[in-house]
């Protein structure tokens, strides 16, 4: 990893430090997403929680109604409310940290493209990066590497 991958919210109350490189990269382009991020996608690094390291303040949990229905909490700064990290399904040893919270958002690009049938037309996504009307299936795609750090934080 060249850069350190440390990030945090718009004032600078939160700042954290991952410690290592994520499992896999999520660019997504579903409709609770758009909504979320007021955008066209979300990127989400999936991690490992115990592999953030919190240098400053303490994002709250805020929770989320989903199109799935499965429960959704977004952490947010308590100040700014900017929202830095994901639990998605009530899994606390899995986060899913938000790429644009970095101080270097390029240091991970996304490793697949997920929901793009709710793809916004006019994003036009890059050649030899997997992309998928829907999910996707993890065992597939996944470095076996990534697939170990997953089996060891999911029961
Ligand atoms: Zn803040
Ligand atoms: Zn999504």
């Known amino acids: 990893m060249a850069s350190t991958l440390e990030g945090g ?33 979300v990127i989400n690094a999936l991690i490992e929680t115990d592999r953030i390291t ?9 929770p989320v109604p989903t199109d799935s229905g499965r429960p959704h909490d977004v952490y947010r ?4 409310q900017t929202a830095v990290w994901s639990d998605y399904g009530r899994r606390p ?30 994003v036009a996504l890059p050649a030899g990066v997997p992309a998928f009307e829907a999910y996707y ?14 089996r060891a934080v999911l029961p």
């Open 77 to 80: 700064c308590a100040v700014c």
């Open 93 to 122: 040893a899995l986060r899913f940290v938000r790429v644009g919270t970095l101080d270097d958002p390029s240091a991970l690009p996304p490793d697949v493209h997920i929901y793009i049938r709710s793809k916004l037309p006019w």
């Open 54 to 62: 919190l240098l400053a303040g303490e994002p709250r949990p805020v």
């Open 9 to 41: 919210c718009a004032c600078g109350a939160v700042r954290y430090r991952l410690t290592s490189g994520p499992m896999f990269v999520h660019c997504c382009h579903c409709r609770d997403c758009q909504r979320q991020t007021g955008s066209a996608f």
């Open 137 to 150: 299936s993890t065992r597939e795609l996944w470095p076996a590497a990534s697939l170990e750090r997953r």
